[in-house]
């Protein structure tokens, strides 16, 4: 089992920068596909990018795709979105969570672990 607490959520500009972080417990974190997942209020939860365990092949949403970067450090079991270029529609709670089995996958039934989410809030 592992545990993701979410953290670097905050209030931004329009055009601005914001690092999310994902710290995991347990020592098989090398051992998950991690995804990032969004959700706007009246909104079904949308899939934002995944990584995979190792060797850090990547997967995004078309609407994040060249502005987000999902990366990972599994020494310190973590796993970090880089979110550039941000725009009003991207606010929303953001979480991680963790696969098991399904190598990217972008649908959130197939995530075995979920984190608390931490609010992005981007202002015009």
């Known amino acids: 089992q592992v545990q993701l607490v979410e953290s670097g959520g905050g209030l931004v500009q329009a055009g601005d920068s914001l690092r999310l972080s994902c710290a995991a417990s347990g020592r098989t974190f090398s051992s998950y596909t991690m995804g990032w997942f969004r959700q706007a209020p009246g909104k079904e939860r949308e899939f934002v990018g995944a990584?995979?365990?190792?060797?850090?092949?990547?997967y995004y949403a078309d609407s994040v795709k060249g502005r987000f970067t999902i990366s990972r450090d599994n020494a310190k079991n973590t796993v970090f979105l880089q979110m550039n270029s941000l725009k009003v529609e991207d606010t929303a709670v953001y979480y991680c969570?963790?696969?098991?089995?399904?190598?990217?996958?972008?649908?959130?039934?197939?995530?075995?672990?979920w984190g608390q989410g931490t609010q992005v809030t981007v202002s015009s």
């Open positions: 990584i995979s365990r190792s060797k850090g092949s990547t």
């Open positions: 969570a963790a696969n098991t089995y399904v190598f990217l996958s972008p649908r959130p039934r197939e995530y075995d672990y």
